[in-house]
């Protein structure tokens, strides 16, 4: 699997966009991005998945690049709530069960 | 509705020492994940059940971890002579689909400490 590359940690302030930002430069063309996070003493929370379009749900966005080699998750009007490890990772869809975490980035929401 | 749930959520245990660690996933869950996380460090993937079938265990760490999941519902996570480098959380994980990395619905993690 490809691997991802993210920042260590973020401040984004109540109300405004939180834009955490995955480098994956080595993605395969069958692999997607798939965010989950992880608030403190909580299990990992699966967020959104993409291929190579844009997405949304009620949590977030994810924008990935024509190229793949980047994507950015973006929570709209981040919240107390949101401070949490936010990871990206990288996999094929078929045949995929194993979620292969990195550290990930330590989003901080501050008031 | 009910999420995936373990028990205990925190253990104690002195080197040498046997645990079991219980997971109960969602009702209907086809998919079943065991993943442990030391401190300061992301989830690592230990084994897969598919209902009752234990399909990769490639991530148990050594012949002293045994998970087993009977029918297809409930599983157990069986540590045996506990060593301090088993201290970490231990995390359940479900999915209602056959074999995915989305839609995976973790439990809480029970908190592992071997002195």
């Known amino acids: 699997d490809a691997k991802t590359t993210q920042p260590t940690s973020m401040d984004c302030a109540e109300g405004r966009a939180a834009n955490l930002p995955c480098n994956h430069s080595t993605i395969s063309g069958n692999e997607y991005v798939y965010w989950y996070r992880q608030i403190h003493s909580q299990g990992p929370q699966y967020i959104i998945h993409g291929l190579k379009n844009n997405e949304t749900n009620e949590m977030a966005s994810l924008i990935i690049t024509e190229d793949r080699k980047s994507s950015t998750l973006i929570l709209p009007h981040a919240t107390l709530r949101d401070t949490a490890v936010y990871y990206c990772?990288?996999?094929?869809?078929?045949?995929?069960?194993?979620?292969?975490f990195g550290k990930g980035t330590l989003l901080t929401v501050n008031p | 509705g009910a999420g995936v749930s373990q028990s205990p959520r925190y253990k104690v245990a002195k080197r040498g020492q046997d645990v079991a660690l219980r997971c109960d996933p969602i009702?209907?869950?086809?998919?079943l994940f065991w993943y442990q996380q030391a401190l300061g460090q992301g989830p690592e993937f230990l084994t897969y059940?598919?209902?009752?079938?234990?399909?990769?265990k490639s991530g148990l760490p050594s012949d002293r971890f045994f998970a087993e999941r009977p029918e297809g519902s409930v599983s157990t996570l069986k540590i045996q002579r506990t060593q301090q480098e088993d201290s970490a959380v231990y995390l359940c994980?479900?999915?209602?689909?056959?074999?995915?990395?989305?839609?995976?619905?973790f439990g809480p993690g029970t908190r592992l400490t071997v002195t």
């Open positions: 994980a479900s999915s209602y689909l056959a074999g995915s990395v989305y839609e995976q619905y």
């Open positions: 009702s209907g869950h086809v998919s």
């Open positions: 990772i990288v996999g094929t869809v078929a045949g995929n069960y194993k979620l292969t």
């Open positions: 059940f598919q209902n009752e079938a234990q399909l990769d």
